[in-house]
């Protein structure tokens, strides 16, 4: 095994390296595309205050783009040769250039390393949550469109309260996708700033050009003092989950609703057979298990902040606890990314029963519009509210779409202020994230 650290004629016990290591290298090879990048950038600022020549330079930038090339293609595996994706790093660049590769890490350590290469991925993975949250709002906005004044019972409780429309709750959608695709975007602010060149956490003896690096990769700007920035591991790890969150709790409720309005109790909607499964037992059976694992995919999430949070009850500076917050960081962000990548096709292919859910509109749930009405006319609300409780039979000849035409509060069912739904969306689109 391949050990940075190993100063020659230290015994290594394989059982404690066993655990030390644990899954890191399995976690490292998603990180390993974005730790060469940095190692390209850390590369060039070398350059740039002369601890490297040109040709050093030139070769080293070669053998790490072909090392990247090599590991996409399957011809370099990230193995147990290895303690972690950073030593296979230094140790192909030794391997196929000597010392230009032994000069590689100077001003860097394996700390700010892991600290690049995380901010690079929760950086890819902010871009695409913001990208997925905007594709499910479009999705959600053209089905407001095309079933705006359809109308659904709206529940409290769990029980059917007043009059709706699918355009109202599809909306509601809309607008929660977009809120959270902000809180993306938010995060991704946190996120967007160069912690290479902080090496272990108090800096180097070296000019570093630290702004030239992080300009390289993209980055907005630095995280400034080393101290704060090797803090902020694990933290800027719960901001993103937090974003994750924030969508996979609207993703929750969706399939929540779904999952009550496809049972044949309710039989409002029908979602595509593709998201569904049948049973190894009855044969009359299907299954909307894509609609209950979306359900559930919150709870990754959730898992991964609490681990992520329980190991961070530490002093300043680097301590390998931290090295248990990257599997779950990971593991929740792909899960996250693969659950939202469903929603934007579950929601265009939803099949309303617009009769079923017209019948369930029965005449007790028009009593607060007539309550309202009365108020309306002088009649001070409670008393409007009594009476109206001794009067339901009476609001029998009422229809559903007289009480969604009647809905004019902003927000409302005859107010769904779609345009303005579409126009927000519109500027997220126009302004990258």
């Not at 479009?138 to 699918?166: I, K």
């Not at 272990?200 to 400034?224: E, K, T």
Request: hydrophobic share 45%; glycine share 6%; with cysteine.
């Amino acid at each position: 095994m391949t050990l940075l650290w190993d100063k020659g004629g230290s015994a290594v016990d394989e059982r404690v390296q066993r655990f030390l290591a644990g899954d890191d290298l399995l976690y490292d090879k998603k990180l390993f595309l974005y730790d060469v990048a940095a190692s390209r950038a850390h590369v060039d600022g070398l350059r740039r205050i002369a601890l490297l020549s040109d040709a050093e330079t030139a070769a080293l930038d070669g053998a790490l783009t072909q090392l990247a090339d090599d590991f996409i293609a399957g011809r370099f595996a990230l193995d147990a040769r290895y303690e972690d994706g950073h030593s296979a790093i230094e140790a192909f660049l030794v391997e196929k250039l000597g010392d230009a590769g032994r000069k590689v890490h100077t001003g860097r350590s394996r700390n700010d390393q892991v600290l690049v290469a995380l901010r690079l991925f929760e950086r890819d993975a902010l871009t695409a949550l913001d990208a997925e949250l905007r594709a499910s709002a479009r999705a959600a906005l053209d089905r407001a469109r095309a079933d705006e004044n359809a109308p659904l019972p709206g529940y409290t409780h769990l029980q059917r309260a007043v009059p709706s429309s699918v355009g109202t709750w599809m909306a509601g959608f809309v607008e929660s996708f977009l809120d959270d695709a902000e809180w993306a975007r938010a995060a991704l602010r946190h996120v967007d700033r160069s912690p290479l060149g902080t090496a272990a956490g108090y800096g180097v003896n070296l000019p570093l050009d630290r702004a030239a690096v992080a300009a390289r990769l993209g980055f907005r700007a630095l995280a400034w003092n080393p101290v704060a920035a090797h803090n902020g591991r694990g933290k800027l790890e719960l901001v993103v989950l937090g974003a994750f969150g924030q969508a996979l709790l609207d993703v929750r409720r969706l399939a929540w609703d779904l999952s009550l309005f496809s049972t044949a109790e309710f039989a409002f909607v029908r979602v595509a057979d593709r998201f569904s499964t049948g049973s190894s037992i009855m044969p009359n059976k299907r299954n909307p298990d894509a609609v209950e694992l979306l359900r559930a995919a919150y709870a990754t999430c959730a898992g991964a902040e609490a681990e992520i949070a329980s190991a961070l009850s530490l002093p300043s500076g680097y301590h390998r606890d931290l090295q248990a917050t990257k599997g779950p960081l990971v593991r929740a962000v792909e899960h996250g990314l693969l659950a939202l990548d469903l929603l934007p096709e579950l929601i265009r292919t939803l099949e309303w029963d617009r009769d079923r859910m017209r019948a369930a509109i029965t005449p007790d749930l028009f009593a607060t519009d007539r309550a309202v009405e009365l108020a309306r006319a002088g009649v001070p609300f409670r008393t409007a509210y009594r009476q109206v409780a001794d009067e339901l039979p009476s609001l029998a000849m009422r229809s559903p779409e007289e009480s969604l035409a009647a809905r004019v509060s902003p927000g409302a069912c005859a107010d769904l202020g779609l345009d303005r739904l579409a126009g927000r969306l519109a500027l997220l689109d126009n302004e990258p994230p």
